[in-house]
C-alpha cells in the first residue's frame, strides 16, 4: 500500500487508522509514504509472523510502541518519522532483533549505547540525521554488521574502535562532517567498499593498505591532499575516484601496482603528471584527466594501455597526445 491513496480498505477501516488485528497472520507490511496515516492499532500478540515492516515517510504516525513487541521482525524501516530517541524500537525479545534498520531523516540527537544489542544487525543507515553527531563506542559490538551508511550526516567522528566490525563490507559518510578516520579501520579485512565523497576528511591513515579487499575508493569532493603509498598494496582496488579534490597534487608512484585497477577519476586536480608506470594497469578502462589544468604531457607509453576505451583531457593544457595513442 505504499504511496496508496486509498481512503477505506474495507467496512469501518480507513487508512488513517489501520487496525492490524483483522490480519494477525501478516509476514510483510509496506506502508511507506502513507501521509495521511495517524495510527495503527495492534493488539498484545498480534503480528508474532511479521518478518517486514516499511513506514518511511508515515509522518503522522502517533506511536510505534507495538515495534518492540514484533517477535520476528527483520527488516523495519521507519525513515523520516522525525523521531528523536531509538529506544523503542528494541525488541523485548533479545533473540528475534532486527536484521536491517534504516532510520535516515529523523530527529535524533544521540544514540543510546543499547544499540549495541542489536546483535543480529546487518544493514544500518543512519543518513539524513541533522542532528546526530557522534555514534556510541557500543556500535563496535555490532559484530554481523555489514553496511553502516552515514550519508548526509552531521556525525564528526567515528569511534575509534571501529576496526572491530570485522564483518563491515560498506561504509559511506559522504556528505558529513567526519574530518578524522581512525587508524583502526585498517582493520577492516572484509570491506569493500569505502565512500568518503564530499566529507571534511584530509588524511588517510598510513597503514590503508591493509584493507585487503577494498575495491572500491571514493574520495571525490573531500580535502584529501595526498593518497599513503600503502594504497597500492589494495590488489582488488577497481574503482579510485578523486574527482573535484582541489587539494590533490600527486599520484603514488608505485600506482601500477593496483592490477585490478578499472577506473581512475583525477578530474579537476592539481595533479602535474601521470606515473609512468600507469601503463601496468592492463584492466583500466577509464581514465579521466579532465581539468586537470596543471598537467601538461602524459606518459610516452600511455597507449600500452590495451583495456583502455575512454580517456578524457578536457580542459587540460596537453600540448599533444603521445604517439603510441591511437585516436
Known amino acids: 500500500m505504499s504511496d496508496s491513496r486509498i481512503t477505506q480498505l474495507w467496512v469501518g477501516g480507513k487508512v ?173 579485512k572484509r570491506l569493500n567498499t569505502l565512500i568518503l565523497e564530499n566529507c571534511k576528511v584530509c588524511k588517510l591513515p598510513q597503514d590503508l593498505g591493509q584493507i585487503d579487499s577494498l575495491n572500491r575508493l571514493d574520495l571525490g569532493l573531500s580535502n584529501i591532499t595526498d593518497i599513503p603509498p600503502s594504497i597500492c598494496k589494495l590488489k582488488p582496488l577497481k574503482s579510485l575516484n578523486l574527482f573535484g579534490c582541489s587539494n590533490f597534487k600527486k599520484l603514488p608512484e608505485n600506482l601500477g601496482d593496483l592490477e585490478s585497477l578499472i577506473r581512475l577519476n583525477v578530474r579537476r586536480t592539481k595533479i602535474r603528471d601521470v606515473p609512468s608506470c600507469i601503463c601496468k594497469l592492463k584492466h583500466l578502462k577509464v581514465l579521466d584527466l579532465s581539468e586537470c589544468y596543471e598537467l601538461e604531457k602524459l606518459p610516452e607509453n600511455l597507449g600500452d594501455l590495451e583495456c583502455l576505451k575512454e580517456l578524457y583531457i578536457r580542459d587540460t593544457p596537453i600540448s599533444h597526445l603521445p604517439d603510441s595513442i591511437s585516436c
Open 16 to 188: 488513517r487508522t489501520l487496525d492490524l488485528g483483522l490480519t494477525p497472520n501478516l509476514v510483510r507490511l509496506d506502508l511507506q509514504f502513507c501521509d495521511d496515516l495517524v495510527e495503527l492499532h495492534v493488539p498484545v500478540g498480534c503480528l508474532k509472523r511479521l518478518t517486514y515492516l516499511n513506514l518511511r515517510e508515515c509522518k503522522r504516525l502517533k506511536s510505534i510502541l507495538f515495534i518492540k513487541d514484533l517477535e520476528s521482525l527483520e527488516v523495519l524501516d521507519v525513515s523520516g518519522l522525525h523521531l528523536n530517541e531509538l529506544k523503542d524500537l528494541t525488541p523485548s525479545h533479545s533473540n528475534n532483533t532486527p536484521q536491517q534498520l534504516d532510520f535516515d531523516g529523523n530527529d535524533i540527537e544521540k544514540l543510546l549505547s543499547s544499540i549495541g544489542n542489536l546483535h543480529k544487525l546487518v544493514y544500518l543507515s543512519l543518513s539524513w540525521c541533522s542532528k546526530l553527531k557522534s555514534l556510541p563506542r557500543s556500535i563496535c559490538s555490532l559484530q554481523h554488521l555489514r553496511v553502516l551508511n552515514l550519508v548526509d550526516s552531521y556525525i564528526e567522528e567515528l569511534p575509534e574502535d571501529i576496526g572491530q566490525l570485522e564483518c563491515l563490507e560498506q561504509l559511506s559518510f559522504s556528505d558529513s562532517e567526519v574530518k578524522h578516520l581512525p587508524d583502526s579501520i585498517c582493520k577492516l
